[in-house]
């Protein structure tokens, strides 16, 4: 079966947005201020190639990486939808918490069969790349395609499925295509690079904390970057394709959109979670719950023996667009279950405005300084994991305040955004 070319992708969508190859010498870019209402122009790369009955991947074996994000804007899932077109693909592989998403954090459904579809699916979640390209060659696969929605933070592990997976593809010889989506944080990087010593699943590549790229601008990046180190010197090149987001411009956020959100995992109930997400989510590192086992992670929290005094010196600190509000919980899960805990909810009051690592590293501060007795960190050092550097704990446990936290980053948060410049899609 003949390899699908670039010349024939494009040919075979038949849409008025092309499809392009990722990489430096082919970023396209959408110009303009950002909006101040949803817009219904935002198309994604799914609901393009849905718009031709998916004919794109006709006579292909494709196998799709997704999981319940991989959605049409009416709602329909898209492995759902190639089948009911009559272009059922081969296999589909699920990442964290699963294609269907019943697990929680740290989980997967495992291998099986889709009742619905009678699809088989492979549980791609924590596999290696030559585990992957075995189950490629096992479901006779040729083309990889990539459709999760991701929410901005680097240690969300869909970001490493989509680059192990790459690397699977460039093992096999099957080609690569990211269906992109927005980024839901919008498109500014922030946050500290991580050493690649601290390289785990939930970072495997030096890119800072909240990259400000969406998963199609990321697959350029990697293929250019890191893929020849980790596939023998070899890269995906022409066999990686991109369908950009029509209508996408980079200084939005999801509510600018118009589209559904679908939560991507199970404790990401909204867009606004995801704003604070790639801050608060440091959180896991600590001795304080992040909001699992709550109605609002990553928004609530605290732990037992915190109180008022948080909230009220939080506020005083003039942190742009939040503001915090004393709160008790009794967590059902996780952390402190069936425990009142004490702490703050994070409010947004712009959304625009919002630095979700800043906040969360003063947040982090403060409550070292009031609560002694009951802030401290894992003692695995997961927080290391998260921030990829021993540093940011030993700074804090020093006495550093946020400004030097922060500052401490600068220098290479500046050297990440000139380097992903040339990998950039939308403008």
Not at 374 to 395: A, E, H, K, Q, Y
Request: overall charge neutral; glycine content about 12%.
């Amino acid at each position: 079966m003949a390899r699908l070319s670039r010349r024939g992708f494009i040919a075979a969508s038949a849409l008025a947005a092309p499809v392009i190859a990722a990489g430096p010498a082919h970023a396209a870019a959408t110009d303009g201020p950002s909006p101040t209402a949803p817009r219904a122009g935002v198309v994604p790369g799914a609901d393009q190639l849905a718009a031709g009955r998916w004919k794109a991947f006709a006579g292909r074996r494709t196998g799709v990486l997704t999981n319940p994000t991989g959605v049409l804007r009416d709602l329909t899932h898209i492995v759902d939808d190639m089948t009911d077109a009559g272009v059922r693909p081969v296999a589909a592989f699920g990442p964290e918490h699963g294609f269907r998403g019943t697990s929680q954090a740290g989980g997967s459904e495992g291998d099986y069969r889709d009742p619905r579809t009678g699809i088989p699916v492979y549980d791609a979640y924590g596999a290696t790349a030559d585990a992957l390209a075995a189950m490629y060659r096992k479901a006779g696969v040729d083309t990889v395609v990539f459709d999760i929605a991701g929410v901005g933070a680097r240690f969300y592990t869909y970001t490493w499925s989509m680059y192990t997976a790459m690397c699977a593809a460039v093992a096999t010889g099957a080609s690569f295509v990211v269906l992109d989506r927005p980024d839901p944080v919008g498109g500014q990087a922030y946050g500290p690079l991580l050493d690649p010593a601290y390289a785990t699943g939930v970072g495997l590549k030096p890119i800072v904390q909240q990259p400000g790229m969406t998963a199609g601008e990321l697959a350029g990046m990697f293929d250019e970057l890191f893929l020849p180190a980790d596939c023998g010197g070899k890269r995906l090149g022409d066999r990686l394709e991109v369908v950009p987001v029509r209508g996408h411009r980079r200084a939005d956020l999801f509510t600018d959109t118009g589209l559904p959100w679908v939560p991507p995992s199970p404790n990401m109930p909204t867009g606004d979670t995801a704003l604070l997400y790639p801050g608060t989510c440091m959180f896991e590192g600590t001795l304080l719950s992040e909001g699992r086992g709550t109605t609002r992670p990553f928004e609530l929290i605290g732990a037992p023996g915190i109180d008022w005094r948080w909230a009220q010196e939080l506020n005083t600190q003039g942190l742009p667009g939040v503001r915090f509000r004393e709160n008790y919980t009794v967590p059902t899960f996780d952390k402190f279950a069936n425990s009142t805990c004490g702490g703050v909810q994070v409010h947004l009051t712009d959304r625009r405005r919002v630095d979700a690592i800043r906040t969360a590293v003063a947040m982090i501060v403060t409550a070292r300084r009031l609560y002694p007795s009951v802030f401290g960190w894992r003692p695995d050092n997961w927080i290391d994991d998260l921030t990829g550097s021993s540093r940011l704990r030993t700074m804090v446990d020093a006495g550093a305040g946020t400004d030097d936290v922060v500052g401490a980053w600068s220098a290479e948060l500046a050297a990440f955004r000139a380097r992903r410049e040339p990998f950039l899609l939308y403008r």
